[in-house]
């Protein structure tokens, strides 16, 4: 890997730990305010809003200066959202000014990986960087637990500054300062990212106008043959999981009557699978093959759905490493090849933008669905059982989608497959 890979990775790392640490500490806030049961699960679509907003900005911004900028510049945005929630700000609000700075962060953080690395590489860095981002997702959860815990919240507590009222009295308070100053150190390491080769594309025209050529660049990639799989695929697995975080916390404490801690503890034994299925995809898989997992996308359907025969902490932690890893495994693939693409269509943080809002409102529109769920009385057994139903039924739906597309096109999918073949060995 070029110099400057781990530097990116490190402060990804941080960052997304950070975000993922933070909605634990948002859901235990909302828990010990005696906030509606509906809520919680509206935290994820709360994030996910300004990437569905901002989406025809945010990858012309990333575009425009250079990429290591502008995740400091989106760090910075979180620990406003950070201090909004500490200064009694609404947590729904401050945590949606945080997917504010996350929806400006993530054009930059991958747009950046198609400057630095050739496309020989591409399925590799993204190996590691979405094992390495799902890995902080599990800890960053597993640590806002501990934060909020029995253990480590009297001991934040109990620090007491000279002769300053910090106005910090709660467990949740506690754990977000905490999670403020890991957010200065991602910060701290976005300065030390290098400056790559590619020019810069400075942001022109009027608001409409950038509307406009958002949209031309989200048809440009769902009228592409490979581009319009991989997004789909993309699209409806991010948006499925980005609920699924918050649904495992209902999810346990059904089936196994846990707190909001041990839930968090619970969610961590998945990093392991995700981690060696993200892995071992940037090994096993190669750019031009990286349709041959759709499959798999059906299997992991019917795999969440056995989650709700699940029913001791001694039977989840495999279960959940099983299921890690076959996420791991697909996602890895089809991202790349995504990048790929609309690298090539479009430029690199103009096709992450794109790839974001089509996830990001995918998440939006699920979390909304299990929020109006939740209000009607849905417990987290059925809705899990229907985004499991959802996930295996789409996947064979585009899976037969990009078999029609190969009787139907196969000289031009032939063609594309040799361009990422051809770049690869570069």
Request: glycine fraction near 10%.
């Amino acid at each position: 890997m070029k110099k400057g890979f781990s530097t990116i990775m490190s402060a990804q790392f941080f960052s997304s730990l950070a975000d993922n640490a933070l909605l634990v500490a948002a859901v235990e806030l909302l828990h010990a305010s005696q906030a509606p049961a509906w809520q919680t699960p509206a935290l994820a679509p709360m994030f996910a809003l300004f990437y569905v907003v901002l989406a025809p900005f945010v990858g012309a911004f990333a575009d425009s200066i250079p990429k290591g900028r502008v995740m400091f510049i989106s760090n910075g945005i979180k620990i406003v959202g950070c201090l909004m929630m500490l200064l009694g700000a609404h947590p729904l609000l401050a945590y949606a000014v945080v997917g504010l700075g996350a929806a400006t962060y993530s054009p930059a953080k991958y747009g950046i990986l198609t400057e630095l690395l050739p496309p020989s590489q591409l399925v590799k860095g993204n190996g590691w960087i979405e094992g390495l981002t799902v890995g902080s997702i599990i800890l960053g959860i597993l640590l806002g637990g501990q934060l909020v815990g029995p253990r480590l919240a009297p001991w934040l507590l109990g620090i007491d500054l000279p002769l300053i009222d910090t106005g910090i009295d709660t467990p949740p308070e506690a754990a977000i300062t905490v999670i403020a100053v890991i957010y200065v150190v991602a910060a701290i390491i976005n300065l030390y990212i290098p400056r790559t080769e590619a020019p810069l594309i400075p942001m022109k025209g009027s608001v409409p106008t950038m509307m406009r050529d958002f949209s031309a660049c989200n048809a440009r990639l769902w009228a592409d043959k490979l581009g319009q799989i991989t997004l789909a695929t993309t699209t409806l697995l991010w948006g499925i999981f980005g609920n699924l975080r918050l649904i495992v916390f209902a999810w346990a404490a059904a089936a196994l009557g846990y707190g909001t801690t041990q839930a968090s503890n619970l969610a961590g034994v998945v990093i392991i699978g995700s981690v060696v299925g993200a892995v071992a995809a940037s090994v096993m898989t190669r750019l031009e093959r990286a349709t041959d997992v759709l499959t798999l996308g059906i299997l992991v359907g019917f795999v969440m759905i056995g989650l709700n025969l699940i029913h001791s902490a001694q039977a989840a932690a495999p279960f959940l490493v099983v299921l890690g890893a076959l996420c791991g495994y697909l996602i890895v693939p089809m991202n790349a090849l995504l990048q790929h693409r609309g690298h090539n269509l479009m430029g690199a943080g103009r096709s992450i933008a794109v790839q974001n809002f089509n996830e990001q409102a995918c998440i939006l529109g699920l979390g909304a669905l299990y929020t109006g769920m939740t209000r009607v009385g849905l417990s987290a057994f059925g809705a899990i059982t229907i985004f499991g139903l959802m996930v295996a039924g789409v996947m064979a739906l585009i899976r037969r989608w990009h078999r029609y597309n190969t009787q139907q096109h196969r000289d031009e999918l032939e063609r594309l497959l040799a361009i990422a073949r051809t770049d690869g060995g570069h």
